[in-house]
């Protein structure tokens, strides 16, 4: 049973115009969640995060909103760059244990 | 920066050879973790430890077996190889500090079972 699902195998979007990933969770001990990207061979790097006391957390260009009572999350990236064409994975935790994944997202920008 | 490293990043194996997947951080972090991941799927952990002397098994089954006696030391060992564990094995490390679950990622180990 998977408790952090990405719906969206795969999105496709414009350089320059604004990528929207999708996160939904069943657990709602989850109280703090992350998004990686992962290059192929590479292992995935930390992005953003945020804590369930918060409902928007933004980073340059990058902003994970988090909405409680819909178990959901997103990740906006704007503008978008080829460089952002990664798999992108959300994750979760309760009171600081382990992580759960999500199957994630191929995101591939086009020029 | 994290500095995580896992040897050797890529390794085609024959059936029934143990294997020791090696995973170091220098970062001091007292959690480790063990994820695999085929292509296009989630990751998932099949072994963690919280500390020295301390490893729990993950959420999904591993016939793989794992020991923590340094801080900064985490190898995984498979004692006889099929081509069914063939996958990418991720290591990662933590502060562990609570509510706040960032963890760090090694580079991976493509492994090949032939």
């Known amino acids: 049973d998977q408790q952090v699902k990405q719906n969206s195998p795969s999105l496709s979007v414009q350089e320059g115009r604004i990528s929207i990933l999708n996160c939904d969770y069943t657990?709602?001990?989850?109280?703090?969640f992350l998004w990686y990207k992962k290059y192929p061979a590479e292992g995935p790097t930390f992005l953003i995060s945020?804590?369930?006391?918060?409902d928007k957390n933004e980073d340059g260009r990058f902003t994970v909103f988090l909405n409680k009572s819909a178990k959901h999350l997103s990740l906006h990236i704007v503008p978008s760059q080829p460089g952002d064409s990664a798999v992108y994975f959300c994750?979760?935790?309760?009171?600081?244990?382990?992580?759960?994944f999500g199957g994630g997202t191929r995101v591939l920008v086009k020029p | 920066e994290a500095d995580i490293y896992q040897t050797p990043r890529y390794l085609v194996i024959g059936t029934g050879k143990k294997i020791t997947l090696e995973c170091s951080q220098t970062?001091?972090?007292?959690?480790m973790y063990w994820y695999q991941q085929d292509p296009g799927m989630e990751l998932h952990l099949i072994h963690y430890?919280?500390?020295?002397?301390?490893?729990e098994k993950g959420d999904l089954s591993s016939e793989s077996t794992v020991s923590r006696i340094r801080t900064e030391h985490f190898p995984l060992t498979l004692e006889s190889a099929r081509p069914s564990h063939t996958s990418q094995y991720l290591c990662?490390?933590?502060?562990?500090?609570?509510?706040?679950?960032?963890?760090?990622f090694g580079p991976g180990t493509r492994l090949l079972v032939l």
């Open positions: 990662a490390s933590s502060e562990g500090q609570p509510f706040v679950e960032t963890q760090y």
């Open positions: 657990n709602s001990m989850f109280d703090y």
């Open positions: 945020i804590s369930s006391i918060k």
């Open positions: 994750a979760a935790s309760e009171q600081g244990n382990k992580l759960t």
């Open positions: 970062m001091g972090h007292d959690k």
């Open positions: 430890s919280y500390g020295v002397n301390s490893t």
